[in-house]
């Protein structure tokens, strides 16, 4: 087989690659745009709040809870979508009757991204699927520098300090610096510290 033929070969099988995670992508975006749009005009079944102000091993780390908001327990799905380019399965959680309520947390595969959405997908007895959404929330900054530790000094010593002056000196001056009183020069001074 000449080079010319392999080329084509491979040229072919990257054009059908790209073609079928192009067609994978328009799919999961249209899965996503559609029921999420749908469940947030019905009356909600499920509500789900997410935030990110924290990282662990320098990648983000986002928290949901998701709350059962009908009589009729749920089996969840939640899941997630970063920059509406990476998604990830995040857990499942079985939920009783309103108003039961689950948390639960991931990191992020990367520190990079911006924002993140935090979906919730359920089905229920009477046939339908909801999926509802905390919408796109800002991801922690990981990189930040970290202000440093707030450290309280303790004072040395809760004895009172005392100072004597050895009993040394006349204690009588003038009052113009050199001693202001009359007594024998001997003075002790007790400074508490607490």
Same mark, same amino acid.
């Given at each position: 087989?000449?080079?010319?033929?392999?080329?084509?070969?491979?040229?072919?099988?990257?054009?059908?690659?790209?073609?079928?995670?192009?067609?994978?992508?328009?799919?999961?975006?249209?899965? !996503?745009?559609?029921?999420?749009?749908?469940?947030?005009?019905?009356?909600?079944?499920?509500?789900? $709040?997410?935030? @990110?102000?924290?990282?662990?091993?320098?990648? *983000?780390?986002?928290?949901?809870? !998701?709350?059962?908001?009908?009589? $009729?327990?749920?089996?969840?799905? $939640? =899941?997630?979508?970063?920059?509406? @380019?990476?998604?990830?399965?995040?857990?499942?959680?079985?939920?009783?009757?309103?108003?039961?309520?689950?948390?639960?947390?991931?990191?992020?595969?990367?520190?990079?991204?911006?924002?993140?959405?935090?979906?919730?997908?359920?089905? =229920? *007895?009477?046939?339908?699927?909801?999926?509802?959404?905390? =919408?796109?929330?800002?991801?922690?900054?990981?990189?930040?520098?970290? @202000? *440093? *530790? $707030?450290?309280?000094?303790?004072?040395? @010593?809760?004895?009172?300090?005392?100072?004597?002056?050895?009993?040394?000196?006349?204690?009588?001056?003038?009052?113009?610096?050199?001693?202001?009183?009359?007594?024998?020069?001997?003075?002790?001074?007790?400074?508490?510290?607490?």
């Amino acid at each position: 087989m000449s080079a010319f033929g392999r080329n084509k070969t491979t040229m072919l099988r990257g054009a059908t690659y790209v073609l079928r995670r192009l067609a994978v992508l328009v799919a999961l975006g249209l899965a !996503v745009a559609v029921p999420a749009a749908a469940a947030q005009t019905d009356p909600a079944r499920l509500a789900v $709040t997410a935030t @990110s102000d924290h990282c662990a091993g320098g990648l *983000p780390v986002v928290d949901y809870t !998701v709350t059962n908001q009908t009589s $009729t327990p749920a089996s969840v799905q $939640t =899941w997630w979508l970063a920059d509406a @380019s990476v998604y990830d399965f995040a857990a499942t959680h079985d939920l009783d009757p309103a108003p039961d309520r689950a948390a639960g947390s991931f990191s992020l595969p990367f520190g990079f991204y911006s924002t993140v959405t935090v979906y919730a997908t359920a089905a =229920w *007895p009477d046939g339908k699927v909801t999926t509802n959404a905390s =919408w796109a929330i800002p991801v922690a900054d990981c990189d930040a520098p970290t @202000s *440093p *530790p $707030t450290t309280v000094a303790e004072p040395p @010593s809760t004895t009172p300090t005392t100072i004597d002056d050895g009993g040394g000196g006349n204690g009588n001056g003038n009052g113009h610096g050199n001693g202001n009183g009359h007594g024998n020069g001997n003075t002790t001074t007790t400074i508490d510290l607490r």
